[in-house]
């Protein structure tokens, strides 16, 4: 005579309900991390059915239920893989961990800005913020920002939509005042910082100011016609052509390559005093650089003031 274990029905049928909710998930596209938090309360519905059913239908007077408890493990074990799901679910947890597998790390254009530096704009002041910088000259009264950034890409959605994501921008005065942001970061155990590397243009005519922050910093002045300053930036590279007509100071640089025939040098400073420590960079106990460079009437001046390393390249 065949006996009714409780639990072998339960589990057959929540091996069927789980591989048709799977199987379903696979032409409708339904989440698979849903399904699994969701659908998991039908087997407390099927097992306390059995339960009755079997209760229902014994001919004992006093009936004692038995149980298929190698069955009634799997049934749990799979009601508690469920609630792990719903679990994670409800503490925002799985909206995580889909959103990380859906990241994809893509190289793209920033959103580029433009602002039209009219007559009535004399001055630019430029923070650079932590990123490597591009900063060029040109003959024209736009100043535009471009460049590309690295980040990850969640479903679709870029991490810089509008300037505002990476740029503040504001005019008071006479004066532009622009800074860098970092890129918006979403944060993941598996991605590293993001990364952006920005070209500014700006019109040659107009009086910069720029504070590196102790960052990368690319400079082409090409014919400069009002005079520039960089301050406090970790590694200056600076392109001069021969047909510029600049005078370049440099005040307090650790270390000075390139075109150094050319310098007229002034006496070494040593950086052992507390005024020569800048934000987290300390020179203490070294020779800073300070000298001149002039190149064609030194007509406009560009003054590169506490940097770590300054190199002068001449280009055609």
């Known amino acids: 005579m065949r006996v009714w274990r409780v639990g072998s029905i339960s589990m057959g049928a929540a091996l069927v309900f789980l591989g048709v909710f799977l199987l379903l998930s696979r032409f409708f596209n339904w989440d698979a991390a849903f399904i ?69 790390e ?4 920033i ?27 040109t003959s024209t009264s736009e100043l535009s920002v471009f460049g590309t950034y690295r980040a990850p890409v969640v479903n679709g959605e870029k991490a810089l939509q509008s300037p505002e994501d990476y740029l503040f921008s504001e005019v008071k005065g006479d004066t532009l005042y622009l800074t860098l942001k970092r890129v918006p970061h ?30 990368l ?31 370049l100071s440099a005040e307090n640089v650790n270390r000075l ?8 040098m002034v006496e070494e400073v040593s950086g052992n005093h507390e005024s020569e420590e800048y934000g987290d960079h300390s020179y203490e106990g070294r020779q800073l650089k300070s000298g001149t460079l002039k190149i064609g009437e030194g007509s406009s001046q560009l003054t590169v003031s506490n940097a770590d390393f300054l190199k002068v390249t001449k280009v055609n």
């Open 186 to 215: 979403s944060p993941n155990p598996f991605n590293a910082t993001n990364e952006m590397n920005a070209t500014v243009v700006v019109p040659s005519n107009v009086q910069l100011e720029v504070s590196g922050n102790y960052s």
């Open 111 to 137: 959103p580029s800005y433009e602002y039209d530096v009219k007559n009535e704009i004399k001055r630019v002041v430029l923070e650079t913020g932590s990123h490597p910088l591009t900063i060029e000259g």
């Open 257 to 264: 390559e390139g075109e150094t025939k050319d310098w007229n």
């Open 36 to 104: 699994m938090a969701g659908w998991w309360p039908l087997l407390l519905i099927v097992i306390g059915g059995e339960i009755l059913v079997y209760l229902f239908l014994s001919k004992q007077e006093k009936p004692t239920v038995k149980y298929d408890l190698l069955s009634i493990f799997f049934v749990g074990l799979i009601g508690t893989v469920g609630i792990g799901f719903t679990i994670f679910q409800a503490t925002g947890l799985m909206d995580k961990v889909n959103m990380w597998m859906d990241m994809e």
């Open 217 to 247: 910093i690319t400079m082409k002045p090409r014919k400069l016609m009002s005079n520039w300053t960089v301050s406090n930036s970790g590694e200056l590279n600076l392109q001069l052509s021969n047909e510029s007509d600049i005078l």
């Open 106 to 109: 893509q190289t793209l254009d």
